[in-house]
C-alpha cells in the first residue's frame, strides 16, 4: 500500500436541481498518510461527504484528487484500485466464508477472471491476520457476530490496497478492544484515511486532522488542538462542551451536558 494527498475543491451535493444542498461546497487538502476524522451531529451530512469520496455519489459541483487522479473522470474499476471504503452497512453475503469476502477486495487487481495468484494469497493471509480474522477465515459471514463481520469488512478493504481508504463510522457494533485494535490498525497503516466518528475524544486521540460538518457546511478544518475548542463543540453540537487534561495520561478529555 502507498498513501496519496487527497485534494477536494468546491465539493458539493445535492440530489436534484431543485432541491436544497445537503453537502455545501468545501474544499480540503490531507496530506499523506494522514488521518482526517469527519464529526459533526446526527444529519450533518457527513456519510454524503464520504459517499463522494468513495466514489458512489456523483458530485454537484468540485472534484476530488487523489494525487493527480480525479477519481471522478476515471473508470471505476481504475478508482477501486485507488479508493476502498467500510461502510455502516453490512453486506448480506452470509454463505460465503470470511476468506472468500476478503479475496473480493483483490478484485479491481485481476486481470479478467483470472484466479487469484501468489501474491494475492499472500495479501490475504497477510490481512486477516492484521484484522485478527485468521481463525474465522473459513466461517460464514452468517454465523459471526456484527463486531467479526466489521472486521471481515476492514479486511476486505485493505486487501484492495488502496491509497485512501473511507471508512463510515467503522467502530459501531465493536467492542472497546475491537475499537482501539481498529484504530490502530488504521494509524499503522501507510495509507491515507478519512474516517467518520461519533466520539470525539477518540477523533481527537487517533486523528492528525478533523473536519467539522454543521448542516452540510463545513465550519471548521485543521489539528484536533487547534479544531475541538469548547465553544465550536458546544456549537456544532448544541451542547455544553467542557474540555479538561485528564491527571493521569495527560490527554485532552471531553465531558458534555444538555445545555441548560
Ligand atoms: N438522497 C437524499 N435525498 C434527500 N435527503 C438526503 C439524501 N441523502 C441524505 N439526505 C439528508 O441529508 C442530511 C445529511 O445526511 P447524512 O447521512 O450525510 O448525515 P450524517 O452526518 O452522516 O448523519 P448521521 O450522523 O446521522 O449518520 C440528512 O438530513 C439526510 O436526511
Redesign the pocket.
Known amino acids: 500500500m502507498s498513501h496519496a494527498k487527497l485534494t477536494v475543491e468546491n465539493l458539493s451535493w445535492r440530489?436534484s436541481r431543485k432541491?436544497p444542498f445537503?453537502l455545501h461546497p468545501t474544499s480540503f487538502t490531507l496530506d499523506c498518510g494522514r488521518i482526517l476524522g469527519v464529526v459533526?451531529?446526527?444529519?450533518?451530512?457527513?456519510?454524503?461527504l464520504l459517499r463522494s469520496l468513495y466514489r458512489y455519489q456523483a458530485p454537484t459541483t468540485g472534484t476530488i484528487k487523489v494525487d493527480d487522479q480525479d477519481i471522478w473522470a476515471i473508470a471505476p474499476r481504475s478508482a477501486a484500485r485507488i479508493v476502498a471504503a467500510v461502510l455502516q452497512e453490512q453486506p448480506n453475503d452470509f454463505a460465503l466464508t470470511v476468506r472468500d469476502i476478503v479475496t473480493l477486495g483483490r478484485l479491481p487487481h485481476r486481470l479478467g477472471f483470472s484466479s487469484p495468484g501468489q501474491t494475492c494469497a499472500q495479501i490475504i493471509e497477510r490481512v486477516l491476520e492484521q484484522a485478527d480474522l485468521s481463525e474465522l477465515a473459513d466461517r460464514q459471514l452468517g454465523t459471526l457476530s456484527g463486531g467479526e463481520r466489521q472486521r471481515v469488512m476492514m479486511a476486505r478493504a485493505l486487501a484492495q490496497e488502496p491509497r485512501l481508504l473511507v471508512l463510515d463510522e467503522p467502530t459501531n457494533h465493536l467492542d472497546i478492544q475491537h475499537q482501539l485494535e481498529l484504530l490502530q490498525l488504521v494509524k499503522d497503516m501507510d495509507v491515507t484515511v478519512v474516517v467518520?466518528l461519533?466520539d470525539l475524544n477518540v477523533a481527537a486521540a487517533y486523528c492528525d486532522d478533523i473536519l467539522v460538518?454543521e448542516h452540510?457546511h463545513t465550519i471548521a478544518f485543521g489539528p484536533p488542538e487547534e479544531v475541538l475548542t469548547e465553544t465550536l463543540v458546544s456549537g456544532a453540537f448544541s451542547v455544553t462542551a467542557q474540555l479538561e487534561k485528564l491527571s493521569k495520561s495527560q490527554n485532552n478529555h471531553f465531558s458534555f451536558q444538555l445545555n441548560s
Open positions: 440530489p432541491a445537503i459533526g451531529a446526527n444529519g450533518a451530512g457527513k456519510s454524503t467518520s461519533h460538518m452540510g
